[in-house]
């Protein structure tokens, strides 16, 4: 009985604390960068456009050093892109064309036709239609990315239902577990003789150290993660609900993505608990075995 609720309690909370483990290091490696990825993008693409417009209207065009800012955003943009298409599962193949063509049209209109108002004219509200349109634009489509990355995030953090009902199985297991090892102590101790079994002491201590740090563990991991995905919640917000000035909305964004980074760093404990909680759990079912097999041999099997 005791080796059986060993297995199970060992088994139960073995998957659970893996579970978890896996969820903060996909949000972490993964999902996060994702998110942060496509809200920056979507910043420098319409900075790369306003910066455009401000050497416009202040006859700058041509100045020396006047246009670092704009191609400097516009190649943050594509870098953005390029960071994040290992991480995520979405298409990106329509966004890059795009961003493509936009930065294709703002060079053009700010640099090739710099004399030429017209034409020059003509390529700015070409980049911008590009930039803006509703539904085919680049910033309508990133939206649209930006839900769909959002939605996966929020599910990769999320404890479901099944997880869950593990964590009980696991708690409720290891509490059956002590009970029946603190009994075991008992009858050995007051109705055969027997002094205090180490093994079974050893077996009852790590079980009740199992059944709480692994717990508290996770919590905190949870409220971590739990944090992460509000933190990439308003990341999304700040990137979509862009004022006057996009420079702010990237100062926010890469002020709350360090926060999301801190979050997200209580993967690489929870990863130790899990790989200590492995060997806890090893333990766990080898030390009662061990104690009842040896007193078993002491008392019984030497007398045959």
């Given at each position: 009985?005791?080796?059986?609720?060993?297995?199970?309690?060992?088994?139960?909370?073995?998957?659970?604390?893996?579970?978890?483990?896996?969820?903060?290091?996909?949000?972490?490696?993964?999902?996060?960068?994702?998110?942060?990825?496509?809200?920056?993008?979507?910043?420098?693409?319409?900075?790369?456009?306003?910066?455009?417009?401000?050497?416009?209207?202040?006859?700058?065009?041509?100045?020396?050093?006047?246009?670092?800012?704009?191609?400097?955003?516009?190649?943050?943009?594509?870098?953005?892109?390029?960071?994040?298409?290992?991480?995520?599962?979405?298409?990106?193949?329509?966004?890059?064309?795009?961003?493509?063509?936009?930065?294709?049209?703002?060079?053009?209109?700010?640099?090739?036709?710099?004399?030429?108002?017209?034409?020059?004219?003509?390529?700015?509200?070409?980049?911008?239609?590009?930039?803006?349109?509703?539904g085919v634009g680049l910033v309508p489509r990133l939206d649209a990315l930006q839900r769909v990355q959002l939605r996966h995030a929020e599910a990769t953090a999320a404890m479901g239902g099944v997880q869950r009902g593990v964590w009980w199985l696991a708690e409720c297991a290891l509490a059956a577990l002590a009970s029946t090892l603190l009994s075991a102590l008992f009858v050995l101790r007051d109705r055969c003789g027997r002094d205090w079994n180490?093994?079974?002491?050893?077996?009852?201590?790590?079980?009740?150290?199992?059944?709480?740090?692994?717990?508290?563990?996770?919590?905190?991991?949870?409220?971590?993660?739990?944090?992460?995905?509000?933190?990439?919640?308003?990341?999304?917000?700040?990137?979509?609900?862009?004022?006057?000035?996009?420079?702010?909305?990237?100062?926010?964004?890469?002020?709350?993505?360090?926060?999301?980074?801190?979050?997200?760093?209580?993967?690489?404990?929870?990863?130790?608990?899990?790989?200590?909680?492995?060997?806890?759990?090893?333990?766990?079912?080898?030390?009662?075995?061990?104690?009842?097999?040896?007193?078993?041999?002491?008392?019984?099997?030497?007398?045959?």
């Amino acid at each position: 009985m005791l080796v059986l609720l060993a297995t199970v309690a060992a088994s139960a909370l073995f998957l659970s604390c893996r579970q978890v483990q896996r969820n903060a290091d996909a949000l972490a490696a993964r999902e996060a960068p994702a998110v942060q990825g496509l809200a920056a993008t979507r910043l420098a693409a319409l900075r790369a456009d306003q910066e455009v417009h401000v050497l416009v209207a202040g006859n700058l065009i041509g100045v020396a050093g006047s246009g670092e800012t704009y191609r400097s955003q516009l190649s943050a943009a594509d870098q953005g892109l390029s960071r994040i298409a290992d991480r995520t599962d979405q298409d990106l193949g329509t966004v890059k064309g795009l961003l493509a063509t936009y930065t294709d049209s703002l060079t053009l209109g700010a640099s090739l036709y710099r004399d030429q108002p017209l034409m020059r004219e003509q390529k700015l509200q070409e980049a911008h239609s590009l930039l803006t349109r509703e539904g085919v634009g680049l910033v309508p489509r990133l939206d649209a990315l930006q839900r769909v990355q959002l939605r996966h995030a929020e599910a990769t953090a999320a404890m479901g239902g099944v997880q869950r009902g593990v964590w009980w199985l696991a708690e409720c297991a290891l509490a059956a577990l002590a009970s029946t090892l603190l009994s075991a102590l008992f009858v050995l101790r007051d109705r055969c003789g027997r002094d205090w079994n180490a093994y079974l002491l050893a077996a009852f201590a790590l079980t009740v150290l199992l059944a709480v740090v692994p717990l508290m563990t996770v919590s905190a991991t949870e409220d971590g993660l739990t944090r992460a995905v509000g933190g990439l919640r308003q990341i999304t917000e700040v990137s979509r609900r862009v004022g006057p000035e996009p420079a702010d909305a990237q100062k926010r964004v890469t002020k709350r993505s360090e926060d999301v980074r801190e979050d997200t760093d209580d993967g690489a404990w929870a990863d130790r608990v899990y790989r200590a909680t492995l060997t806890g759990s090893l333990l766990a079912v080898a030390l009662p075995a061990l104690g009842l097999g040896l007193r078993l041999d002491k008392d019984y099997w030497r007398r045959l």
